[in-house]
Structures are given as structure tokens and as C-alpha cells.
């Protein structure tokens, strides 16, 4: 038995991340490497307590905060980081991320 579903046509209109959100990830990817779950967590925890974080709320409401989505980039990054550092008792590499891996593979 084979599973087989069509997938959906690309959306033209779908938009990318923008440049600042690609830049936002890089970073966080860049000051993580070589760290482990412990130091993710301190890291993702200092940059959404900031003042200028936005709340959970804002999160999802919040389109443009005049950083191009810079901001809500990194903290999406460092969550994904972190939940990935979670399931493994190593540090964070981003030569061996499979997300990163497949974001380059598709470009």
C-alpha cells in the first residue's frame, strides 16, 4: 500500500522571509554554535525579556515593529534551537542542523 497526496500548488504570492529575518536567524545561529541547552535557554530567555521584546501576544499580531521582523526572527530561532538542544545532550552545530540543512539544500 502506498500513501500518495497531491501537494498543493506554490503560492505565487507567498512572500519569504525578508532580508532582516534572514539576517536575525543567521545571528542567533552564529552565537549559539557551540553552545548547549542550558546556555540556549539563558540566551533566548535574555533577548525576550528585553524591553524591547514583544510579548507572546504582540508575537502574533505584530507584523512590522520597524525591524523588518528582525526581532521576532531571532526569538523564533532561539526557540527552535532550544527544543532542538532539548532532545540530545550535545551542543548546538549549525553545520549538523537539520532545518539549516534543508533551507540550504533548497536554495
Same mark, same amino acid.
Not at 11 to 38: F, K, L, N, Y
Not at 71 to 85: D, N, P
Given at each position: ?27 542567533? *545561529? /552564529?552565537? !549559539? ?7 540556549? +535557554?539563558?540566551?533566548?530567555? $535574555?533577548? #525576550?525579556?528585553?524591553? @524591547? ?16 521582523? *528582525? /526581532?521576532? !526572527? ?7 534551537? +532550544?527544543?532542538?538542544?532539548? $532532545?540530545? #545532550?550535545?551542543?548546538? @552545530? ?14
Amino acid at each position: 500500500m502506498t500513501y500518495e497526496q497531491q501537494l498543493p500548488e506554490p503560492d505565487p504570492e507567498a512572500q519569504g522571509p525578508t532580508e532582516a529575518e534572514r539576517a536575525g536567524r543567521e545571528a542567533v *545561529r /552564529r552565537q !549559539a554554535q557551540g553552545m548547549g541547552h542550558r546556555e540556549a +535557554v539563558r540566551a533566548f530567555r $535574555l533577548l #525576550a525579556d528585553a524591553p @524591547d521584546s514583544p510579548s507572546e501576544d504582540e508575537a502574533d499580531t505584530t507584523d512590522d515593529r520597524g525591524d523588518g521582523g *528582525r /526581532r521576532l !526572527a531571532e526569538l523564533a530561532e532561539w526557540e527552535r534551537i +532550544v527544543e532542538q538542544l532539548s $532532545l540530545h #545532550a550535545g551542543t548546538y @552545530d549549525v553545520e549538523a542542523d537539520p532545518y539549516v540543512q534543508g533551507e540550504r539544500a533548497a536554495h
